[in-house]
């Protein structure tokens, strides 16, 4: 059942993102052939167009991904939709598993999508260059990690909000309101824990603790590097917190409008 | 054992009890009328019985167990509201329903919405609310269930749209099931009921066999419903 219950959830997602994935690919494309034409003031203005379009396109996947799955999971579990989706045969645990998995596959594909909408405008030696004149010590390690922790915070956004969401639907009035003020408070919760494990961290390390002391402190890419393995772990632990808490709540049963 | 059973069930919101200690049983092979008027708590107990509200106390027991995986396997329920994806093609809905439901018999589905000339290529959000009304009552008495609960089905449709609805369910639910009708509109319902359970304020106020009471008060349900909702 679970299998059919995340077909459903993926076409629904994928329903309108996938024109925006077409989008953004075909301007990137555009961009980069008009961009191999040299000599051309009319060809170079179009490349440039056609690459801010396939970036504007970009965030549109990614802002448009967590949007939906968010309407998807009100709609789905607590709106009109919830009446059909609570009386099939299939354990609430299903039900909220099939948009976890719904939402890292979207998440991927539009990642994957967008990184390759960004290489084929932008990828060239110079870009390399560029980023090498910037920050000299940087390596592939680096890179990876950071793309990693962005992705990571974009998860924990999507599974805050759908903790949230379960949280501000389980009260009678102003359920929208109270999700919003949940996922505040949550975010604003987690942020202070991350800095106090950031500070603990610190009284054993004395360039993190630099950080809170100093206002020069350096960062080098050792220091980096650690900081973004220790913001991938929290993050890693507060997507599994909020995904058992979601769960744990939704299990208790819910109370459609 | 009862196909179903509530015992001792109440339900509140913000410390208002919408239902009071609720307890009834209804066997196998009974049409059953859950009546009372607008806002008395009949949608609520059905939301209770199909897992769509938590009780605040007291149990919904279906064959012996609470409402679950194995209650919602046996219940055919139609809500009071649309509660299909918009987006969906009729034939859609119908495969849907065809993939989760074992007891869904497509057949059946396709022949009635043939009969009521719906479109099975039409897409819900290009047919009325009263169509999609329709194609949601085909898709729940297409299933076999052993218990189907039908939450305001005459609600908003016209006299003669009512008997084809009335005829629709009596002929097409499955032998040996019983069947739940909330209604406030007795008058159309009355002559397919078996048993009776008048809900007012929360509390189940009088309930028993249709034929025994009609006996006992000579008159019909509709008359003793009128009379014992007077404003």
């Given amino acids: 059942m679970l299998g059919k219950l995340l077909k459903y959830d993926l076409k629904w997602v994928y329903k309108i993102i996938v024109i925006y994935y077409g989008l953004a690919l075909v301007f990137a494309i555009i961009g980069r052939l008009l961009g191999c034409i040299d000599n051309s003031f009319i060809f170079d203005v179009i490349s440039k167009i056609s690459c801010g379009v396939s970036v504007a396109m970009i965030f549109n996947i990614l802002i448009n991904n967590i949007i939906r799955i968010w309407v998807r999971y009100i709609h789905n579990v607590y709106k009109d939709e919830s009446y059909l989706t609570h009386t099939l045969p299939v354990t609430k645990g299903e039900i909220y598993l099939s948009k976890v998995i719904a939402t890292l596959i979207t998440m991927f594909t539009s990642i994957v999508v967008s990184l390759i909408s960004f290489f084929i405008c932008y990828w060239n030696d110079g870009l390399i260059d560029f980023i090498k004149m910037i920050y000299p010590e940087i390596s592939w390690g680096i890179i990876i990690t950071t793309g990693i922790v962005v992705i990571l915070e974009l998860l924990f956004l999507l599974f805050l909000g759908l903790l949230a969401i379960t949280i501000g639907y389980r009260s009678n009035h102003n359920k929208l309101l109270k999700s919003f003020v949940s996922g505040f408070v949550i975010y604003m919760i987690s942020s202070f824990v991350s800095l106090g494990v950031l500070f603990i961290i610190g009284l054993f390390n004395k360039d993190i603790l630099d950080l809170f002391t100093s206002m020069n402190a350096v960062i080098g890419m050792d220091i980096l590097k650690f900081l973004l393995i220790v913001a991938a772990t929290i993050y890693l632990v507060y997507i599994i917190l909020c995904n058992v808490i979601s769960n744990k709540l939704l299990q208790k049963g819910v109370n459609v409008d | ?231």
């Fill in chain 2, 1 to 231: 054992m009862e196909l179903l059973e509530c015992i001792h069930l109440s339900k509140e919101f913000d410390n208002k009890k919408i239902l009071n200690d609720i307890n009834f049983k209804i066997p196998r092979g009974k049409i059953v009328g859950l009546l009372g008027k607008n806002g008395t708590g009949k949608s609520t107990l059905i939301k209770l019985i199909n897992d769509l509200l938590t009780p605040t106390s007291g149990d919904v027991l279906i064959n012996g167990k609470n409402p679950g995986v194995e209650s919602k396997r046996i219940i055919s329920y139609l809500p009071e509201r649309t509660y299909l994806d918009k987006g969906m093609r009729v034939a859609d809905v119908v495969k849907f329903f065809e993939e989760f439901y074992e007891d869904f018999d497509s057949d059946k589905a396709y022949e009635l919405l043939a009969k009521l000339e719906l479109d099975k290529d039409m897409k819900l959000t290009k047919m009325s609310k009263g169509m999609q009304e329709k194609v949601q009552l085909i898709l729940v008495m297409s299933r076999k269930a052993d218990l189907y609960i039908l939450d305001e089905p005459l609600g908003g449709v016209d006299p003669a749209t009512r008997d084809y609805i009335l005829d629709t369910i009596l002929s097409n639910f499955n032998e040996g099931a019983s069947v739940i009708i909330s209604t406030h509109l007795i008058a159309d319902i009355e002559r397919i009921l078996d048993e009776v359970i008048f809900i007012d304020k929360g509390k189940i106020v009088l309930t028993g066999s249709a034929d025994e009471i009609r006996k006992k008060e000579k008159t019909s349900i509709d008359e003793v419903f009128r009379r014992m909702f007077k404003c």
